[in-house]
């Protein structure tokens, strides 16, 4: 059979490339591509200053200008004099609140319409199911309520009892490797593996042997290079259909696909391992045993827990780090050091009216986190001072935007607060604290 390849006559189409229409069309299709967003301009918002042809707003992001996104963020709403404006990132249009009552007003307010997670290609694509950055789907439903449930008030007493053996260790690491307080000592290290532990009690009914545990200090590796990517601004490809059409994943190097397979193992093995013991006849309390009660396939046992793990290493641990006192003063930590200072984008999934203008379906929205932290209109003159009796006498249901808010907000948020607090004044008890 002739193929249509033959059938062209290859002088004809240079001609037609060498005519003044088909320049002209080349221009304005060249032009179009450089300009196009995958939704148009939102009326009557600002947007952020100085942008570039084909990148948009991306190149003083990604820590490029050794600064955050939220930094970057921050500068330019301060620009704009608006705590609310669009920005264009790659081909991708995004909108960015930054005070904490436009937050309150939209996350939670609008909560339904911003249940959704935003795309990331590059990212999502390459992970199994991790209900943290997913979009939402009838799976990630189910498994975010049996979560909750897990992780609701009335289980708190059954997981009490892993954090007995956790903070003694913590007590013992402290004392010995201090030298009784003889010997300056990093403690983040120690926090960050007694956090880990609970979290892998907590899911697995595991125990992170040591701080220099190789397996877990591994899979806290790979945890780390997938947050370090997710709602990252860092690639250029990741907003551009083009790019990643030209630059495949084999070309580009997509440190997830490692990073995923070699956190799924880890998992695989404490899964198998707590199988065994409850096949043994061991009763082993923790998320897991739950989410099977609500006849989630393991799968979805995974990607729940996924959820639970990516956020201890860093979050929660450098949450107790600086605390130098107790009850509410964790609240101020964690508002004034926002461990997350932007969180994962959500999407629209419907029309939201707000002053004025229509924020269309479909457009992603970010939370500036650590800009609102700070806001002086909402607390106070000293935003920016850390005050540990800020919170005295205050019991607010939203201290702080550190866990998120509205309908997507960390279902882990209430434990973390209780773990943070018998850390806390586990040490107040077992130390003089100068």
Not at 139 to 153: F, H, P, S, T, V
Request: glycine letters at 6%; charged letters at 20%; aromatic letters at 8%.
């Amino acid at each position: 059979m002739e193929s249509m390849v033959d059938n062209i006559d290859i002088s004809q189409v240079a001609k037609g490339f060498a005519s003044p229409s088909a320049a002209i069309t080349l221009i304005l299709a060249v032009i179009l591509f450089i300009l196009y967003t995958d939704l148009p301009s939102v009326p009557h918002l600002p947007s952020a200053p100085n942008p570039l042809p084909f990148i948009g707003n991306l190149l003083p992001l990604g820590g490029r200008t050794q600064r955050n996104d939220s930094t970057a963020y921050t500068s330019w709403s301060k620009a704009l004099s608006t705590d609310l404006f669009q920005v264009r990132l790659g081909n991708q249009r995004t909108i960015v609140a930054s005070s904490f009552s436009t937050i309150k007003d939209l996350w939670i307010g609008h909560s339904n319409d911003l249940i959704d997670r935003s795309f990331q290609h590059g990212f999502a694509d390459k992970l199994q199911l991790d209900i943290s950055g997913a979009a939402m789907t009838e799976e990630i439903r189910r498994c975010r309520k049996a979560a909750m449930r897990a992780l609701g008030k009335p289980c708190w007493p059954g997981y009490y009892s892993l954090l007995e053996p956790s903070s003694v260790d913590l007590v013992g690491n402290l004392l010995r490797k201090g030298e009784n307080g003889e010997r300056e000592l990093e403690i983040y290290p120690y926090l960050r593996q007694i956090i880990f532990d609970l979290a892998l009690s907590l899911t697995y009914g595991a125990r992170q042997k040591d701080a220099n545990d190789e397996f877990v200090l591994t899979l806290i590796k790979n945890i780390n290079i997938i947050s370090k990517v997710r709602s990252s601004t860092q690639r250029f490809r990741d907003y551009f259909p083009i790019l990643r059409f030209l630059i495949p994943d084999a070309v580009s190097g997509n440190v997830v696909v490692t990073a995923e397979k070699i956190r799924q193992q880890h998992l695989d093995v404490l899964y198998a391992s707590l199988k065994k013991r409850i096949a043994d006849g061991e009763e082993v309390n923790c998320v897991v045993t739950g989410l099977v009660k609500d006849k989630l396939s393991e799968e979805e046992q995974h990607g729940t827990c996924k959820a639970l793990l990516q956020a201890a290493p860093d979050s929660t641990a450098s949450s107790v780090y600086i605390v130098p006192l107790i009850v509410s003063f964790y609240k101020e930590t964690l508002r004034f050091w926002t461990t997350t200072p932007f969180a994962t984008p959500r999407t629209t999934v419907a029309d939201i009216k707000y002053r004025g203008t229509t924020i269309p379906k479909g457009i992603t929205m970010i939370m500036n986190a650590q800009e609102a932290n700070q806001d002086k209109i909402w607390y106070g003159e000293d935003a920016e001072i850390f005050n540990p009796k800020r919170f005295i006498g205050n019991d607010t249901a939203l201290p702080h935007l550190t866990f998120g808010a509205g309908s997507r907000i960390c279902p882990a948020a209430a434990l973390s607060n209780r773990i943070i607090y018998a850390l806390i004044l586990r040490l107040i008890l077992a130390f003089e604290i100068k």
